[in-house]
């Protein structure tokens, strides 16, 4: 081991060490030797970031011991945790097939590489192979983008300027000509109509020599009047003889995605071609229910959506390919579930009627009728053997909290144990504090009691963190081991392999989509009974969505606020406004509020991002709130110091709270009336709506100014679709519809499946894979009769693909 080894390990060396395997598909290449070594010293470093907590979830045997797909999840939530960019959304690698000698390609069949394809040699093989696409079967599920309607076969005489046609001619003459300042191909041709026209390729000398004299084509394209006549420029073309199957005129014709250096109709031509081979695909779809909802076949789907006849059946052809997709998903997620519920006894947790009225009854407000029917769902749930797995949504403010606490309560008058998890230090510190809050303790020492007069005996709390003193770590991991501590919150910090439960019987994951697969396991296997599992997200999820992605979950929804919350009024405010904004919030912070005041977002790392928040906030304090207390926090500060910011805010010490995206979620300030967002246009609508949550929970009229310098045409839309509501669903939905589940779900993508033809968000055609999912599993649990074959191959590529999610 050389010193070099041993120097400290900084935040962006670690960044740029994880950013370059990821790069490399995470085969632990980044540096010589692997990844582990490079990871100890980080952690040895002793490190008080979440990055490094999350390190501490690594197994025994380290990075090198996982199986890829956990690699990925796990190192995707330490680049989060660095402040690093999320990964591109890229499509999953085709799975790798194994090398033997070489077959035929008739032997091959589907799984002939293109190269037996007219006209792919191994350079343009190359190409597609970027994409993922490397045998004929690749090239047949590369569907087209959308189609060209060249079906109207018209003669030269009868063209209509403008719009889309074909028509069928004789070659009179082509030759290579100047157009422009490049080389292209002229030619003249003419139909039976006995009327000539002229058509024109700039760019393409070689079409000319293509084009042979008398030959017969068909062209396709627009029509354009040039020096008075019709005139076709760039058409599609193609030579036709008697009984030609068209490729890319006269019909309905595909248009692919362009691949890299890759034309569309090149794609075309090859998709064209490959077709041949449709009728070698297996059946993936049971008979019966392709009968019963009036399915085409596999072959006749495939053939269809490259070329249909009709709209109408491209709109069949990719229902039932929709369908194909989304089948063997919702059959790998209720496996998931079927499978996690039979994992084994969980310890049943129950609290009587009269402590938990007691509860409801200690706090200073009724529970809304949609808390009341979540926490009956949850004590259900907890009450039962089979281990829950339930996911509890609700927007910002509706109060998961006190409906959280009350399992957390049943769990401990069960007398077992539970833990409470945030993604975040700041978040977990104020799901201590509101639990102390709720439960009424003194906040002293690692280990914390309450003595509520509902229970007959006193709860302990302990917060565990990165950035706790070693010492505290120690004696709180010690006394967790014992069965001293009855609620246990904290960060990553609580899967750690040192820590062990004395008897945990539930656990709550706040924020699912910053854990990855792989936490959640780790939580799992904090204890010898599965443990009943909530997730809680503030982020509203549409439930096509989450019937995907949270398939294996139940879900229970608080689409309720709590009574006389006063929407928060949300104004953009354009640019010559900005002076009369900061007027409007000193006006508040006159009247006795505080604001918040979110900074731009800076794509590149945290570090930039902190840079920039901290030039925003020594802004405002010299030239526009000199006279004002302000607080900043960042990702790059200390737990303590972020802590010590927010504190002072918290406490009405500061008026304004200058923040980078960390306050994101859950922070609770009531006395805070105004959120202004800079550099609105850069966030996505829900998280604007989240941060606009952290305003309006007090009595006051509470209002969100978003400023953004020179918006584009789209984010306009966003924001006065903000200004419009105040229903976290509908902005959900929005975001989604405009940005994509792959943008809306950042770093999490690594869950997202890749669909072809379905949409998330095609509800209906969800909800029909849902249902159609649980019948084929009630009928045959295992997948085993013949004709669930082809659904068996399709899940069990689901799971090969996600090795690391089935426990
Ligand atoms: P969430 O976690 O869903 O964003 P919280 O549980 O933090 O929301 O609750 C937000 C605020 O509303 C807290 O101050 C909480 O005490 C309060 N609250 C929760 N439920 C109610 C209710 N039924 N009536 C009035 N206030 C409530
Ligand atoms: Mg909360």
Redesign the pocket.
């Known amino acids: 081991m050389t010193s070099a080894h041993q120097a400290t390990i900084t935040d962006e060396r670690l960044l740029k060490v994880l950013e370059l395997e990821r790069r490399r598909g995470f085969q632990d290449t980044a540096v010589a030797g692997g990844l582990d070594r490079i990871l100890q010293n980080y952690v040895a470093g002793s490190r008080d970031s979440l990055a490094a907590d999350v390190i501490r979830t690594l197994p025994e045997a380290g990075y090198r011991a996982l199986p890829k797909h956990e690699r990925n999840v796990w190192l995707e939530d330490v680049l989060h945790a660095l402040g690093g960019r999320p990964a591109p959304v890229r499509k999953p690698p085709a799975p790798r097939r194994e090398r033997t000698p070489k077959p035929s390609a008739q032997e091959l069949g589907l799984d002939a590489p293109v190269t037996v394809l007219k006209g792919i040699g191994t350079r343009l093989a190359a190409d597609f192979a970027a994409h993922n696409v490397r045998t004929v079967r690749d090239l047949l599920l590369t569907f087209p983008r959308t189609h060209s309607d060249f079906s109207n076969l018209v003669s030269i005489d009868a063209l209509t300027p403008g719009e889309d046609e074909t028509v069928r001619a004789t070659v009179w003459s082509a030759h290579e000509k100047r157009l422009g300042r490049r080389p292209g191909t002229e030619a003249t041709v003419m139909d039976d109509s006995g009327t000539t026209m002229r058509v024109i390729w700039f760019n393409q000398p070689w079409v000319a020599k293509q084009l042979k004299p008398n030959s017969q084509v068909m062209l396709a394209g627009k029509v354009r009047i040039r020096d008075g006549r019709p005139t076709f420029e760039n058409p599609q073309w193609e030579p036709w003889k008697e009984g030609a199957d068209l490729a890319h005129t006269g019909r309905l014709v595909p248009v692919y995605s362009q691949m890299g250096d890759i034309k569309p109709p090149t794609i075309r031509k090859f998709a064209h071609q490959a077709l041949d081979y449709a009728d070698m695909l297996p059946e993936t779809l049971p008979e019966e229910i392709r009968r019963r909802l009036g399915l085409m076949d596999i072959r006749e789907a495939v053939r269809k959506a490259h070329y249909p006849d009709t709209f109408e059946e491209l709109a069949r052809a990719r229902r039932r390919l929709a369908l194909d997709e989304l089948l063997p998903l919702q059959i790998a997620v209720l496996l998931r579930r079927r499978a996690w519920q039979a994992s084994g006894t969980a310890r049943p947790l129950r609290i009587d009627e009269q402590t938990k009225s007691a509860y409801i009854d200690s706090?200073?407000?009724?529970?809304?009728g949609a808390?009341e029917k979540a926490l009956a769902e949850l004590l259900d749930d907890l009450a039962r053997e089979i281990p829950m797995s339930r996911l509890l949504q609700?927007?910002?403010?509706?109060?998961?909290?006190?409906?959280?606490a009350a399992g957390l309560l049943t769990a401990v008058a069960s007398g077992h144990q539970a833990v409470m998890m945030a993604p975040t230090e700041v978040l977990a510190d104020q799901h201590f504090r509101?639990l102390i809050?709720?439960f009424g303790a003194t906040d002293e020492g690692p280990v914390v009691e309450a003595h509520p007069p509902y229970l007959d005996r006193p709860l302990r709390f302990a917060m565990l963190k990165g950035s706790m003193k070693a010492a505290d770590k120690a004696a709180v991991q010690e006394a967790i081991a014992a069965g001293d501590v009855d609620i246990a919150t904290g960060t990553h910090a609580l899967i750690q392999d040192g820590v062990s439960f004395a008897s945990l019987g539930f656990a709550i994951v706040d924020e699912q989509h910053r854990f990855g697969v792989l936490q959640r396991a780790a939580l799992r296997d904090k204890s010898d009974h599965p443990v009943h599992m909530l997730v809680?997200t503030?982020t509203p999820i549409p439930r096509s969505l989450y019937l995907t992605l949270y398939g294996d979950l139940d879900v229970s929804v608080?689409d309720e606020l709590?009574?006389?919350?006063k929407p928060v009024t949300t104004r953009w405010w354009p640019p010559e406004e900005r002076d009369r904004a900061y007027e409007f919030l000193r006006a508040e912070i006159e009247r006795g509020r505080q604001a918040f005041v979110i900074c731009p977002l800076v794509e590149e790392s945290e570090v930039l991002q902190a840079k920039s928040a901290v030039q925003e906030y020594e802004r405002l304090k010299a030239e526009v709130f000199s006279d004002l207390e302000l607080e900043l926090v960042h990702g790059r500060l200390s737990g303590k110091d972020k802590d010590a910011a927010m504190q002072r805010f918290k406490s009405g010490e500061a008026q304004i709270l200058v923040s980078t995206s960390v306050v994101e979620?859950?922070i609770?300030v009531?006395n805070a009336s105004v959120m202004m967002i800079e550099g609105a246009d850069r966030f996505g609508l829900s998280q604007l709506h989240q941060f606009r949550?952290r305003v309006g929970?007090g009595a006051e009229q509470s209002y969100c100014l978003l400023l953004s310098e020179d918006p584009s045409f789209e984010a306009q839309q966003r924001l006065r679709l903000m200004e419009e509501t105040n229903d976290g669903f509908r902005l959900a939905q929005a975001d989604l519809e405009m940005r994509g589940p792959g943008e809306f779900f950042g770093t999490m993508q690594s869950g997202l499946p890749d669909l072809r033809v379905a949409d998330l968000l095609d509800a209906r055609l969800i909800q029909l894979a849902r249902d159609e999912a649980t019948h084929v599993l009630d009928e045959d649990p295992d997948l085993s009769r013949p004709e669930h074959a082809g659904l068996a191959q399709s899940v069990a590529r689901l799971f090969e693909r996600t090795s690391g999610e089935q426990h």
């Open positions: 706090l200073p407000f009724a529970l809304t808390q609700g927007d910002v403010g509706s109060g998961k909290t006190v409906v959280a509101t809050e709720v809680m503030a608080i709590p009574p006389g919350r979620v859950g609770d009531p949550g929970r």
